[in-house]
């Protein structure tokens, strides 16, 4: 399984025992793709930075109390486009572009398209969940950590072109997926 499934999870069961060298080793290994992922949703680089820091400072905190049932990675993943959007919806509110300046029905308009696209968000997450673990690997890799096909295919020492067919089948189940999820199926 590589870096994926089981040692994340003996990972984060030692980090609930308080090891702190797991904690630090988890955060080494989703760090810089969690940083890349915040920053499509915040727009900004040290937000999201602030983001990633702030959901590995609440992990370490409440360590004894977190209960994972799902994958880690997933974990962490809704932790940080959570926080993502909270933190863009401040930055929103601070700015006054929500209260204030619009006009209700502009700010209504605002407020459904936040809640659109955080519905959305969720329903393409568990879509990316339902991905074969080397293919949802391959796919994150791609579109969360940004590395081309050739660093991948280096890195997991497979051709350019498992890649492609790889990325190619993830799209399609989770276009598949979406269709299932909006209804979009052909009658």
């Known amino acids: 399984m590589g870096d994926h499934g089981q040692p994340n999870r003996i990972l984060f069961t030692r980090i609930k025992e308080g090891d702190f060298l797991s904690f630090n080793s988890l955060y080494k290994r989703y ?48 932790a940080v486009r959570n926080r993502s959007f909270n933190h863009v919806r401040r930055e929103k509110l601070k700015l006054g572009i929500i209260s204030g300046m619009a006009g209700d029905r502009n700010r209504m308009a605002v407020e459904q398209n936040l809640v659109e696209t955080e519905e959305l968000r969720l329903i393409l997450v568990q879509c ?30 497979i051709s350019v072109n498992t890649v492609k067919v790889q ?15 909006y209804d979009l199926t052909d009658d």
């Open 128 to 157: 990316i969940d339902r991905l074969p673990p080397r293919c949802g690997e391959i796919f994150g890799l791609s579109r969360f950590e940004g590395k081309r096909l050739k660093e991948i295919a280096e890195q997991l020492d």
């Open 31 to 78: 760090y810089q793709g969690l940083c890349l992922f915040a920053s499509r949703i915040t727009g900004n680089h040290d937000a999201a930075e602030d983001v990633v820091q702030e959901v590995f400072l609440n992990i370490w905190g409440k360590r004894d109390r977190i209960n994972i049932n799902g994958s880690v990675k997933s974990y962490l993943f809704n």
């Open 167 to 181: 990325i190619g089948k993830a799209l399609s189940i989770i276009r598949t997926c979406l269709g299932e999820k």
